[in-house]
């Protein structure tokens, strides 16, 4: 079977216009975070992104490679959220949702079809991609947690804190509201 005439093309699609619009949500997230003064939540997410972008990106690759020719339009059915409200904390809520459903059911499936289909490649990288989102899964449902209850910028244990402006790193159980070097305000990141 042609690639360009399967189903796992139609899913690639489908994971390009996923991602694309990962991209742009977790943009929403990170624009909220740094308008409500969290440095460290937009810190983390842009990462995210940037790893959203890179999906995107595998995914595009492989839709290219399925023709010589430029492809000029795909035409596919599918659905996507449109969850987001302008709330910070939800919407972190909300992109964990998003990223287990991609994680354990969606990419799962795709990866599925791409093995029956036989392209062991495109199925293999549908299933790594789906690990990956299990663990933004898990950074966004962190994230969450910790703001809701209040423990972005306090921890029951020493932890290490670095200050995204200058770079500065104390130990402690809370964050600095100031920086004692730069003097930037809530840029205290917890440094994993
Ligand atoms: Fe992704
Ligand atoms: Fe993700």
């Known amino acids: 079977m042609k690639l360009i005439e399967s189903k796992t093309f139609l899913n690639l699609a489908k994971a390009f ?18 308008y409500n003064g969290h440095e460290n939540i937009a810190q983390i997410v842009d990462k995210i992104i940037y790893n959203e972008f890179n999906h995107a990106r595998m ?35 909300i992109a964990a949702e998003d990223e287990h459903e991609e994680g354990t059911e969606i990419y799962p499936a795709f990866a599925e079809v791409a093995r029956q289909e036989g392209f062991e490649d495109i199925a293999e990288l549908f299933d790594n991609i789906a690990q990956i989102e299990i663990y933004h899964e898990s950074m966004f449902a962190r994230l969450y947690e910790e703001l809701k209850d209040g423990t972005l910028y306090k921890k029951k244990e020493s932890v290490l804190w670095v200050c995204d402006s200058c770079g500065y790193i104390a130990e402690g159980k809370e964050a600095w509201e100031i920086c004692p070097v730069c003097e930037a305000e809530r840029q205290a990141i917890r440094l994993d």
């Open 17 to 34: 216009a996923g991602e694309s619009q990962a991209y742009i949500r977790y943009k929403f997230i990170e624009y909220g975070a740094r």
């Open 59 to 93: 995914f595009y690759t492989k839709l290219q490679e399925a023709s010589k020719d430029e492809i000029s339009n795909i035409d596919i059915c599918a659905g996507y959220p449109f969850k987001e409200k302008w709330d910070l904390l939800e919407n972190l809520r």
